[in-house]
């Protein structure tokens, strides 16, 4: 029996269950992935007061998970299947286990949504939908295609024109959606190319992406690229990960909470990207894990 079972560990998660044990707690963190959850796959972590120079997704998502680990954070590696939410005592069923908590935080975030377009499917880990801090340096000197102009994508845009001889922003918006420093940097840079007004339309190939159908915003014409060997990475937006929580309305696919983080069920909370807010930053996840925590400490 936990005092406290807290479902994913991005920032909003770890950040839940430092307070936890801080407060004598006995919590248990399970995740079915990687710690650091979304930031632990970005190529550069910025903006978060306290980031050390240079830090990565990976190198915040190991720190994350050792402050963790030494402030007392039981993790365990699994996933979970179903819960049950209602009365005194939450259970949680995993593929491994079972596991009784007085209090539950709901910090699974999100996953990249897929644009559902022919050859996706296909062509996945083949040259379509990369990840720019673990396979952008296979592109190193050739040419790939990052969709989305919001923070995250151009972000990662500008990480790829390090490497890569040329980087092509495809976003349906006539302009880019992102902050101004990355608009600028974006300016700055001689091998980023804006194709607005545009979606991808559909990818071909067997072994590779071997070509690109592109269709136009104002017209609906449709353009054809190609592009042997190119790679492209996909940052069109995210989905919750509430599946699992039937038994909670939701917004949007998202979860209503109280200013504690409390869901309408007493003693389940939510915590980080997978509540409805307005702001989702790693700054937001972290504050919104130490308010869930603290209020379940002495709710």
């Not at 042997?228 to 309305?249: D, M, R, S, W």
């Amino acid at each position: 029996m936990y005092d406290i079972i807290i479902v994913g560990a991005g920032p909003a998660g770890i950040s839940a269950g430092i307070y936890g044990v801080s407060r004598g707690k006995r919590v248990l963190l399970l995740e079915k992935g990687e710690i650091g959850g979304l930031i632990g796959k970005v190529s550069t972590v910025t903006h978060y007061a306290g980031i050390v120079p240079g830090e990565t997704g990976d190198s915040f998502a190991q720190r994350m998970k050792q402050q963790a680990l030494d402030a007392g954070v039981e993790i365990r590696s699994e996933t979970v299947e179903r819960v049950q939410m209602q009365g005194d005592v939450k259970t949680v069923v995993t593929d491994q286990g079972q596991y009784q908590c007085a209090k539950l935080i709901l910090a699974n975030g999100t996953t990249g949504r897929k644009l559902g377009i022919p050859g996706e499917q296909e062509l996945a880990g083949k040259g379509m939908g990369m990840n720019a801090a673990k396979h952008g340096s296979s592109y190193a000197g050739k040419h790939v295609y990052v969709v989305g102009g919001a923070d995250g994508a151009v972000k990662e845009a500008l990480y790829l024109a390090g490497l890569a001889e040329q980087v092509t922003i495809i976003h349906f918006e006539p302009q880019l959606g992102c902050i101004a420093e990355f608009r600028d940097k974006v300016k700055k840079a001689h091998n980023i190319h804006l194709m607005l007004n545009t979606r991808l339309h559909a990818v071909h190939g067997e072994d590779q992406v071997e070509q690109l159908e592109l269709r136009s915003e104002l017209d609906g014409s449709i353009t054809t690229v190609e592009d042997p060997g190119c790679g492209i990475f996909v940052y069109a937006g995210t989905v919750p990960n509430t599946q699992l929580y039937t038994k909670l309305e939701l917004q949007d696919g998202y979860i209503p909470v109280n200013d504690w983080m409390e869901t309408q069920i007493p003693g389940v909370y939510a915590v980080g990207d997978i509540r409805v807010k307005q702001v989702r930053q790693v700054a937001t996840a972290v504050a919104d894990g130490a308010t869930a925590a603290v209020h379940a400490c002495i709710g």
